[in-house]
């Protein structure tokens, strides 16, 4: 049995690269992280050959005794990172990422074309809550359920609850969805719960991009307010690529939550569950209850403060004016140029980040803003002090873009070529040589 670079030199020399790719650059995506070493070993370990079809002690094939004892530690770790009651709240942690989570959601207490609330895309939220556009229904979540979403109030960047209890009282969703993709703010979830309420919906949190902060309790709790919960497990908290689907034991509006969603991930949309992963996600839900991981997502936010505030003093404009979480939305519209081109001309200088639609965005295909998070370079040990570099990196990323978009637009060049004859033969002449 041959290691990965004598079996296959193809694929070692490609990872190499990517190693390189991701040592070299300042990684400022906000859904993305490192993930420790720890994770990577169990991820790639032996669990991976096991079929284990059900849940822990009611499986439909043999030899689970190991892969129980590991499903069971890793449903025990998740409600203690999340400071749960083992009575009051269960998990189902085989959800293969966090868009299958949702759908899986979606499958164990809807109806097909039931109706939905989730914030729009556009606005922060993610596909997986509904997402559609005038002409298509994008998302199979708005294929299969009638979406509405709510957006926020473009004069403040913050969620426009009035418009979303208006509408809500309108539309009588079953399901409201709060998080997000791109929202640099706390949600507020006693308003969103008596709007729910007052419409008789569930409420749900995908807090995939907060996971760990909400861990380490550095922003407001979820679980206070919703019936159940979703996440990824690969951005702030920093574990393995997967997600995880918390519920209320309690029945909710009627709904037994607990074997609704247990039965929605599997039979309903999976087979069998990724256990290398599950693995992987046990080893990270340990180290989330630790205080280093607390002090590290403490250093999250303090470090998006730091770039956030470098930022404003720049002269940006940031979406609700600032952040509570670990990423911070820019509005690039006032300096007459897009997120797409920013994009592109960091990704040259190794600054990898990402464009994003900003409120009141006129194109989803030309984003006005850019979308930075804090997580994967605190993971490195930086500190407000790089931060604060960053956006003085990014600035400069910003002025070339528009003196770029100034010369690809043209007019300099043709102002200049004006001087210069045009010489009499065909543009199809052969040059001899
Ligand atoms: N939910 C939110 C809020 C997200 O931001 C994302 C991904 O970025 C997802 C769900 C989907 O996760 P995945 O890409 O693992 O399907």
Redo the contacts with the bound molecule.
């Keep these: 049995d041959h290691g990965l670079s004598e079996a296959d030199p193809e694929v070692r020399a490609i990872i190499n690269k990517e190693k390189e790719r991701q040592f070299k650059s300042l990684e400022l995506i906000a ?1 993305e992280n490192f993930t420790s070493r720890a994770v990577m070993e169990a991820v790639g370990s032996c669990l991976t050959n096991k079929y284990s079809e059900g849940l822990p002690g009611k499986r439909y094939y043999g030899g689970n005794e190991y892969i129980d004892e590991l499903e069971i530690l890793c449903q025990k770790r998740a409600l203690a990172a999340f400071h749960l009651d083992e009575n009051k709240w269960g998990v189902n942690v085989q959800p293969l ?3 299958p989570a ?1 759908f899986e959601v979606y499958t164990a207490i809807l109806n097909p074309h039931d109706r939905i609330m989730g914030l729009d895309l556009p606005h922060g939220g ?1 596909l ?1 809550h509904g997402f559609m556009t005038p002409k298509r229904r994008v998302s199979g979540t708005s294929i299969y359920f009638e979406s509405m979403p709510y957006r926020l109030d473009e004069s403040t960047g913050l969620v426009d609850y009035d418009m979303l209890e208006k509408t809500a009282t309108l539309f009588r969703p079953k399901l409201i969805i709060c ?3 791109a929202y640099p703010r706390d949600f507020d979830y006693p308003r969103m719960r008596k709007i729910a309420d007052a419409v008789g919906a569930f409420l749900m949190m ?1 807090m ?2 907060i996971s760990g902060l909400v861990a380490a309790s550095v922003v407001a709790d979820p679980f206070e307010y919703c019936d159940i919960v979703t996440t ?1 497990t690969h951005k702030s908290l920093r574990g393995p690529r997967g ?1 995880m689907i918390f519920f209320k034991k309690d029945p909710v509006l009627g709904v037994d939550l607990e074997s609704a969603i247990n039965n929605a991930v599997f039979p309903g949309l999976q087979g069998g569950p990724h256990n290398h992963t599950i693995g992987g996600l046990a080893v990270c839900l340990q180290h989330a209850q630790s205080p280093e991981f607390k002090a590290y997502q403490n250093q999250v936010v303090s470090n998006c403060r730091a770039l956030a505030r470098r930022l404003v003093e720049l002269g940006y404009t940031l979406v609700s004016g600032g952040s509570d979480n670990h990423l911070v939305l820019v509005d690039l519209r006032p300096l007459g140029i897009d997120g797409a081109r920013v994009e592109k001309i960091l990704d040259m200088a190794s600054i990898t980040l990402n464009k994003n639609s900003v409120p009141g965005d006129k194109s989803a295909l030309v984003p006005g803003g850019i979308r930075i998070g804090s997580p994967a370079m605190t993971t490195r040990g930086f500190t407000e002090k790089e931060f604060t570099a960053i956006a003085d990196f990014i600035h400069e990323g910003v002025q070339i873009t528009i003196e770029a978009k100034g010369l690809a637009s043209g007019s300099k060049v043709q102002e200049f070529l004006k001087f210069v004859s045009y010489p009499d033969f065909s543009l199809t002449d052969k040059v001899s040589n």
């Design positions: 859904s990422s966090g868009s949702n993610h997986s998080g997000a993709s995908d995939a991009h990824t997600g």
